[in-house]
Nanobody, 127 residues
Framework: QVQLVESGGGLVQAGGSLRLSCAASGRTFSVYAMAWFRQAPGKEREFVVGIAWGGGGGDRTYYGDSVKGRFTISRDKAKNTVYLQMNSLKPEDTAVYYC?????????????????WGQGTQVTVSS
């Protein structure tokens, strides 16, 4: 099993920045992809960004269209932690942000691509 714990959410004004963290523990050696999803009230869970490694190549990232150029994903291999730097935040970025992990070496963009999930952290952007 893999456990994921998110942190760093909060309230920020439009145009501001936040950095989310997702710390993985447990059988982390089996994880080769991690991602961030978000879910706003009344909406489906949405893919934000993902990162994959292993399979002979370096880190691969994939961004959802709505966050390209504003959000950046990175990882600290030694700490088993993935970060999401969110800049130029907009009110429509308000949601619960979830960290997800999987044993695949590809970045999946669907929720069912991931086996492990964190509990979520609230991000609220005021206008």
């Amino acid at each position: 099993q893999v456990q994921l714990v998110e942190s760093g959410g909060g309230l920020v004004q439009a145009g501001g920045s936040l950095r989310l963290s997702c710390a993985a523990s447990g059988r982390t050696f089996s994880v080769y992809a991690m991602a961030w999803f978000r879910q706003a009230p009344g909406k489906e869970r949405e893919f934000v960004v993902g990162i994959a490694w292993g399979g002979g190549g370096g880190d691969r990232t994939y961004y959802g269209d709505s966050v390209k150029g504003r959000f950046t994903i990175s990882r600290d291999k030694a700490k088993n932690t993935v970060y999401l730097q969110m800049n130029s935040l907009k009110p429509e970025d308000t949601a619960v942000y979830y960290c997800a992990a999987d044993r695949s070496v590809r970045v999946g963009i669907l929720a069912y691509d991931y086996d492990y999930w964190g509990q979520g952290t609230q991000v609220t952007v005021s206008s």
